[in-house]
């Protein structure tokens, strides 16, 4: 597997990737996810842009890129990250469903981990469900813990705001973070 910064030739394929990483939630009774639009091409660059989207391949084997460093094949995953509250906020993490279950979610996420290090950010934090089985209770696997009302930031609280507008608060939701050191 690599990980890589992604490019423009990504974007679209990032688009794929996240319809069909949001068919599962059909199976849950939540189709209002599945059928959710992906994240915009020009919401997508502007995290390309600042070096905050990361994809991963399944191999190093593909096309090169204009700086002639080898991208590896198109990309099974992704992950979108911002600056919230003074830590490396995951704004989206997403696994093709055939790619699902070999530990590249994780393995985004430990990137962004080793980046946000590097940038003096003490943890990870996200939003999300409580319920969903590859969703909280996953990432408490990876060292996230639940937050507590009291817990929760202004820039974090800003982004639940968002999120009970556009109607995501209809299932139960949570914020999350994971405590960094200096060896992640």
């Known amino acids: 597997m690599i990980i890589r910064l992604a490019g423009p030739a990504d974007l679209p394929l ?108 003490s943890a990870l934090t996200l939003t999300t469900f409580a319920d969903v089985p590859w969703n909280a209770p996953y990432y408490a696997r990876l060292g996230f813990r639940t937050l507590e009302a009291g817990e929760v930031g202004e820039e974090l609280c800003a982004i639940r705001t968002m999120e009970k507008e556009r109607g995501l608060d209809r299932w139960p939701r949570v914020c999350m973070r994971r405590e960094l050191h200096k060896s992640n």
């Open 14 to 121: 990032l688009q794929v990737i996240e319809l069909a990483a949001a068919e599962p939630f059909r199976l849950l009774g939540m189709p209002e996810i599945a059928d959710d639009d992906p994240p915009s091409l020009s919401h997508l660059q502007k995290f390309t842009d600042d070096g905050r989207c990361w994809v991963a391949t399944e191999s190093a084997k593909g096309a090169q890129g204009t700086d002639g460093n080898d991208l590896g094949e198109e990309p099974v995953a992704y992950l979108l990250a911002s600056r919230v509250d003074g830590t490396a906020h995951i704004e989206q993490v997403s696994v093709i469903p055939t790619a699902a279950r070999r530990g590249i979610g994780a393995a985004l996420i430990d990137h962004l981990a080793v980046w946000a290090v590097e940038q003096g950010l």
